[in-house]
């Protein structure tokens, strides 16, 4: 139980259902003196929200940052941060006919078996609503990362088969498509195939990438809490993530030491790797090259075609899932990626402040 | 800091460097009333040390598991078990030179930076022996299991680009082979393959699969320590490993949401799913089908090949790094990898037994 | 930092300032399937405001309880609670004098130092208000543990020197008085002490005392995380705590082991102790027999009569602060030490189902 | 249950019984570059071990530490330091009879209770050999609050009824008696009235009292994890604290606010108190002035004198607990006491450090 608290000195406790009155986030151990408003928030909730798209929901959702606490004259004071959003429409009497049974691929029957029932209005807490906690507190670890200097880059690398190419990206273009691809091309490509996933009432899966650059050495924690180790967790959290790569990832596996080591070599009088194969990390710990993170997403459950499935009497039945369907998550998710990687990432930055003795004599002598 | 401890209700906190005095292990939250014995961690621990194979590191290192406290008579106190490996042969003269540059591929460099300075006597705590503790609580995660009618069952599913056939799987052939891999024919394909790598002081990545069979529905908590979280953080945690999958994973990603569901049907009175593309995981709860896990890990970064690197006079120079090197760390792998799934399947029986007010009744009215 | 959660398994996060917008608490961990409503918490709630009384705050504050989530047709669902309080009333313009000094016995000059700055308006997050989550968490608390047999009792013990009298003991008459005491003749003289420091704007010091009966044996965790340990935390986590007793508490200092120690006998076929001076816990595990704990707490130390103090620009000076003052915060606190001691409870009860192998058989097998 | 570990970021496991193989500790989150050996530790030790008394246990136990990990060249490298204390004299048979029935005053029934069995040598995990553990791990927290200018300094405050007189209070005395008082005076007192009850087979309870000095301000974290109620819960956990108070503790509940409240004056340029009733602590966290702790002890429950209790069978029995017994356990404490609120302090001072954005400035920018 007790499992919607994330980070342990930068910790944030998301709440809240899709159909319940509001959805929120309580993040504590934001330290005092950084500049936050309610419109640095508004920002990352907006980009979970891609509504000039065909491609992911229409419902005009309007999700409006509120905080609540812990911000005083425009700076926060240390204390926690609760923000909420609260919902507006909730049409739950569409969802009567959900409860009878278990949508395949949906949470809908783990839900009832771990907890005896379940919220079925919009899937409850298994909603991809809940992601809202995750990304307001996002905008504030972003925030927190860009005032000591580092930056982060998220975008969609993949929908089902077409991949982005290294040679056509385009920082630029991430925010000019709706699938937020760096690849003018490949941003088309997936559109026409998600049209017809559409068309056929069918969804694809894809893959989100973060590049995290400016990123201190030292960062993570031997031997659990490695900074790879934190991140798989943050990213396999997300609801439909089946995979989580750092680096070259699963390409390592086929790779031979001789081709997979990164040389180190000097640049001017710093150290830096001749390659960076690692992504980031070395034996759990940053070590000054750009953090590389992929997470794969499944293609969304929730499918028009006809499925074949079971009732809550037992009865094998073939049920047509209503609703106006997202053909495609991974858009919307690359905000929810971004979010999770800085939270985790402040949380490590703070847990490391101690890790010399010399630290700890800057602060307190 | 403080990254050595894992787990919620079931806690592991490990210490230990490659060349220190011991290596061992505390398991705190093991409820009382569980047969153990030494001969129990033995057999784990002995796992990690294919003796018999040219393939991995040929060091008799006789690791002894000796029980310091938490069991009486036989049985588990419910107190915590501490287990410690005495270190045998520690020969810290053989690590002069290695002090002074930064090996690529491994932690010397990043320990470096955030510590100020390192244990460098073979690697020290970032040492593969530093996964000693955790096969050893792993051994009393699994008896647990057992105890419980679960079971739990990992191999090497590849090395380098030598994948096992499905249609060839005998898991009986996993012990019969230096490489545990459950296919008799890949795995003489992989043995030439390491052979011809070992000739030329290289090494080489691959994959351990996991499976658990017998796993009650129920496991895991929304929505940050979901099933999947917590094993990929398990899984991540494990030096080299640079992804996680869960389910079909990464395949997920390319695929469509009609051909990704799993149908549910009954069989007999029993909720099951027609397929298993999610890997016995829906929501982040476990749905009663198999769990399957993949772990990748990168190649060896010990080679004895010439690589360039950096000392920490800051000069660019070209070393050979002496010593046995395992061509592969993957088989000694499969038993880390199965220590962490079950410890951390263990932590999340627990954290479940308080979903429901009705389980509080069984216990306490 | 990160200090505004509570708790293992049922782990409360509050949130809020005396004169934000809102203040708040989520409550991850409570089991699915316990009966609740708003109702159960603002009785909780209002219990915190005798307003019929002359010696707490009379401020109609009114503080009303919604519940946003986790709870689903009249029943929780295993997600988290959150329950919020909008504040009402906030004259921020009448703390304008208070932000430039720092007031005697208050947090003001630690919130400044620890966070460079404060939210000055009504002591902020040092606020009594500060308790509205503890005691809307705690009425969910006492629901459980009612739920199990368990019930707990709270009330005023002394103030200043006016002391209950065991022999006037009258379970009764605790709501019939305004200072919550559970003897008449004590409840008078102690109002006519208050009346008295009122006439001077001075305020006086007391202790609450809480009792639970019905508690199983079992609760608590060797070593750190025994039952008196925790509730030591708990309680001494409300501000103006000073002390805090289990059983005889600070006499047993000056008693003698053949004094002290609970002889054990048979009552029928369960094993009981003659008498009690350990408080219902041996080892910081309760022992079946009544828990006893005692909350000390200091007088308020908003007073109207002249202070000395130092300004923020480190002038002494002399001042005299306004506003209506409470001469005395305990009657006020008892359902804070209920609550607190029920959330305690919760947890403890939550880790112990894990104690013995037998409790996971009843439930996974 | 895993109730063995204390502390957020600087965290210490322990382990062991009183008559297993070993007792140990492993210290995790200790920053990298603090000096240290095993003489330091052992020094602490030492002072469990008042060998030269006659009232406390002649069993020469002789306990060595052993640094196992975690250091390296005299100092800390940040992994995890693991203590072990092996156990020289295990006299298991001498503990036959004693598993037979419940000890009064002892966690033999509440073990059984909890567990259902119980290791009965020695109390086994209740055993006060379980702070060695404790003690340890403080020997390393007092020498990192050294190395940061701020110094602690235990004693025992009163034996029975026999109080430290504050006009004979002598520093150096502390270590002339076998008391740990330092008041030569009380010393003689309390021997003779300890002597009177060892006479009789009786015991005595008492109190030690722990003051810190050079404390910075800002440690302690509101709301739940405030410095006295971490400081609480440090000490209670200790065997046989039944009490804790901060500053004037149970006093304050007697005073009124016009003379508990300390005012604040200037000396030269630094803020401070007139007084310090609070203990040096406002709102939870610490203002700068000397930290003062008390904890109060019940008489040591093994005493030889007949007493009335319940053996396994459920059959009233009167018993005489063989062996020597300490008339008092109160001077073996004053360094477990002291040791728990240095390992608080050390944790909390680590925790502080992001207390603000500047100080992560300090580190990263």
Not at 32 to 48: K, V
Not at 256 to 282: C, E, H, Q, W, Y
């Amino acid at each position: 139980m007790a499992g919607s608290t994330f980070g342990t000195d930068f910790k944030i406790t998301t709440w809240g259902e899709s159909h319940g009155k509001a959805l929120g986030v309580v993040i504590d151990g934001c330290p005092a003196g950084l500049n936050l408003c309610e419109s640095d928030i508004q920002i990352f909730l907006d980009r979970r929200k891609p509504g000039q798209s065909l491609y992911t929901t229409a419902r005009a959702e309007g999700d409006k940052a509120e905080i609540l606490s812990g911000v005083f004259n425009g700076k926060t004071t240390g204390t926690p941060i609760s923000v909420i959003v609260y919902n507006k429409d909730q049409h739950s009497s569409d969802y009567s006919e959900i409860a009878s049974y278990f949508r395949p691929g949906h949470a809908d029957y783990t839900f009832d078996e771990k907890y005896g029932f379940r919220d079925y209005r919009g899937g409850g807490r298994s909603s991809g609503r809940e992601t809202i906690g995750r990304v307001a507190a996002g905008a504030i670890a972003v925030k927190l990362l860009n005032e000591l200097n580092m930056d982060i880059l998220s975008y969609t690398r993949s929908i089902g088969h077409v991949n982005i190419d290294p040679d056509n990206f385009n920082k630029e273009e991430i925010y000019n498509n709706p699938l937020y691809m760096p690849d003018e091309r490949a941003a088309k490509e997936a559109c026409d195939y998600l049209d017809k996933l559409r068309a056929t009432g069918d969804s694809s899966g894809g893959t989100v990438e973060c590049i995290v650059r400016g990123l201190p050495t030292g960062l993570g924690e031997p031997v659990f809490d490695k900074l790879d180790a934190e991140l798989a967790k943050a990213l396999m959290s997300i609801g439909a993530v089946k995979a989580v790569e750092v680096g070259n990832g699963i390409e390592a596996a086929i790779s031979t030491g001789s081709a997979n080591n990164d040389p180190f070599r000097m640049d001017k009088d710093r150290v830096i790797k001749a390659s960076n194969n690692s992504g980031g990390t070395l034996g759990g710990i940053s070590d000054g090259s750009d953090l590389i993170l992929r997470a794969h997403f499944k293609p969304t459950p929730s499918i028009s075609k006809a499925q074949d499935t079971v009732n809550k009497s037992n009865e094998e039945i073939r049920v047509n899932i209503k609703g106006r369907h997202d053909p495609v998550i991974v858009p919307r998710a690359v905000v929810v990626v971004e979010s999770m990687a800085a939270i985790t990432l402040v949380d490590l930055l703070i847990r490391n402040t101690s890790s010399r003795m010399d630290n700890l004599k800057k602060i307190y002598i």
